[in-house]
């Protein structure tokens, strides 16, 4: 449950977790995931299990239980949602290429500490920096809002970008951004809800974000 929020999710993600409603996912029964195909159109809907994408790299595996759905899949974002008509509900997984630079209005390559950058970004109000394990890579989180005055592109924050998606946020809005270390690179985990659903949207998010894994 969410409380100050990130000792429950450093909990969570040392173990693997699903909702006690959870139906058997396919690994239960000696099934290979489910293969998350590329879209960027309507969210689908995903039946409760255990899935893969083959084309991101590199490869994760996750479970989801009822109520999810995947809105973008391709070779560098994985977005997941639970409100499958609303935008801003994101639970997404990225490998970020750039950043966006407010001083210059444009993306500009990734800093060498993406966790500093993001403390750092006067856009941004983070809090509660810490570190964690994401099932088997380290990681360090934080939560974040924007700032008053935040110079914002239509309305909100852009802050990563992997290929032609980016990551952001709006004021209204409150993210969980953890950074996970990879040999390939740093993997960008954001969660993101309207301020009024945030905190049920993150607790059904840590489930998931307890599942992950990623290959070497």
């Known amino acids: 449950m969410?409380?100050?929020g990130f000792a429950a999710l450093a909990i969570v993600l040392l173990v693997a977790c699903n909702d006690d409603d959870t139906e058997p996912t396919p690994a239960a029964t000696g099934q290979p995931p489910n293969a998350l195909e590329v879209s960027s159109g309507d969210p689908d809907p995903l039946s409760p299990g255990e899935y893969t994408s083959r084309l991101f790299t590199p490869t994760?595996?996750?479970t989801v239980g009822e109520g999810w759905a995947s809105?973008?899949?391709d070779t560098q974002i994985i977005s997941l949602a639970r409100d499958i008509t609303a935008d801003s509900d994101c639970l997404c997984i990225l490998v970020p290429d750039s950043v966006y630079d407010p001083a210059t209005a444009s993306n500009v390559a990734l800093p060498k500490?993406?966790?500093e950058w993001f403390a750092l970004n006067p856009g941004l109000v983070t809090s509660n920096p810490s570190s964690l394990q994401v099932g088997n890579?380290?990681?360090?989180?934080?939560?974040?809002?924007?700032?008053?005055?935040?110079a914002l592109v239509g309305g909100r924050l852009p802050l990563v970008s992997a290929g032609e998606n980016t990551y952001s946020l709006?004021?209204?809005?409150k993210g969980h951004i953890i950074v996970i270390d990879h040999?390939?690179?740093?993997?960008v985990l954001g969660i993101r809800a309207p301020l009024?659903?945030?905190a049920d949207f993150f607790r059904q998010s840590e489930p998931v974000v307890g599942s992950l894994i990623f290959a070497d």
């Open 60 to 62: 994760p595996t996750f």
């Open 71 to 73: 809105s973008l899949v």
């Open 170 to 173: 709006a004021p209204g809005e």
């Open 137 to 150: 890579r380290a990681a360090r989180q934080m939560e974040t809002t924007v700032a008053e005055g935040a």
């Open 183 to 187: 040999p390939d690179g740093s993997i």
């Open 113 to 115: 500490d993406l966790t």
């Open 2 to 4: 969410l409380r100050a």
């Open 196 to 198: 009024d659903v945030y």
